[in-house]
C-alpha cells in the first residue's frame, strides 16, 4: 500500500507561470515532509521540506503548502524556470517516532516547463 | 567536497552472478541507505544502517545483503542476479539518525541479462 502518493505522472507549465506539484499521504505519523528534484543520469537533491507544524515554508522561488487534515502538500514553482525541468519527489518520514528508517518516497512527478 | 560516491556506475550481470555495490561518504553522516529506482515505482528502500555496527531491512531486502563496514562505508551485495533487480540503486546519507534531509549519490544502473 503506497503511503506517499504523486498522482501527476508529468505537468506541462509554460516558462514564467507557476507550477503546482500535488503529494498526498496516507499514513497519518508522518510528521516530515521533503520535495527532491532529480535530473537524468543524477542522484535526487534536497529542495525544501516542511515540518507539521507548519503549514508553510517558503525558499525563493519554492513554496511547500501542508493542509494536514487533508493530509496533503503541494509545490509551488513561481516562476517557472527552463531549468526546473526534471523529476520531483515528494518524499516523508515519521520523526517522532524514531525515523531511522528514512524517508518514504512518492512516485514522482515529471515537470516539463516549455519555452 | 565528493559527497556520496558510488561505484560503479554502470555495470551488466548475467543472471546468477554476484556482485557488491560501494557505497562512501566523506561528510561524517551517521546514517546510511540503499534505495533503487524502477520506472513508474520511485525510490524504495532495500537496506539501511541507522548508525554504525546496524542493519536493518527496508521495504523490498529480497536478495541483497548490505555490509557496514565503517562509519564512512556501506556496500550492498548481490548474491545472486536476477532480472527484476535491473534497477537504478543510489546510496544515500545524513547524519542524524532520525531526522533531516537525505543526500544521494549519482547512482548505480545495473542490468541483469
Known amino acids: 500500500d503506497q503511503q506517499v502518493k504523486q498522482n501527476s505522472p508529468s505537468l506541462s507549465v509554460q516558462e514564467g507561470r507557476i507550477s503546482i506539484l500535488n503529494c498526498d499521504y496516507t499514513n497519518s505519523m508522518f510528521d516530515y515532509f521533503l520535495w527532491y528534484k532529480k535530473y537524468p543520469a543524477e542522484g535526487p537533491t534536497f529542495l525544501i521540506s516542511i515540518s507539521s507544524i507548519k503549514d508553510k515554508n517558503e525558499d525563493g522561488r519554492f513554496t511547500v503548502f501542508l493542509n494536514k487534515s487533508a493530509k496533503h502538500l503541494s509545490l509551488h514553482i513561481v516562476p517557472s524556470q527552463p531549468g526546473d525541468s526534471a523529476v520531483y519527489f515528494c518524499a516523508a518520514s515519521e520523526e517522532s517516532g524514531g525515523g531511522a528508517d528514512g524517508l518514504t518516497f512518492g512516485k514522482g512527478t515529471h515537470l516539463i516547463i516549455q519555452p | 567536497n565528493a559527497g556520496v560516491t558510488q561505484t560503479p556506475k554502470f555495470q551488466v550481470l548475467k543472471t546468477g552472478q554476484s556482485m557488491t555495490l560501494q557505497c562512501a561518504q566523506d561528510m561524517n553522516h551517521n546514517s546510511m541507505y540503499w534505495y533503487r529506482q524502477d520506472p513508474g515505482m520511485g525510490l524504495r528502500l532495500i537496506y539501511y544502517?541507522?548508525?554504525?555496527?546496524?542493519?536493518d531491512k527496508g521495504e523490498v531486502p529480497n536478495g541483497y545483503n548490505v555490509s557496514r563496514l565503517n562509519k564512512r562505508e556501506f556496500s550492498l551485495r548481490l548474491e545472486s542476479a536476477a532480472p527484476s533487480q535491473t534497477s537504478v540503486y543510489f546510496c544515500?546519507?545524513?547524519?542524524?539518525?532520525?531526522?533531516?534531509?537525505?543526500?544521494f549519490g549519482e547512482g548505480s544502473r545495473l542490468t541483469v541479462l
Open positions: 544515500a546519507s545524513r547524519y542524524s539518525t532520525s531526522t533531516g534531509e537525505l543526500f
Open positions: 544502517s541507522a548508525s554504525e555496527g546496524t542493519t
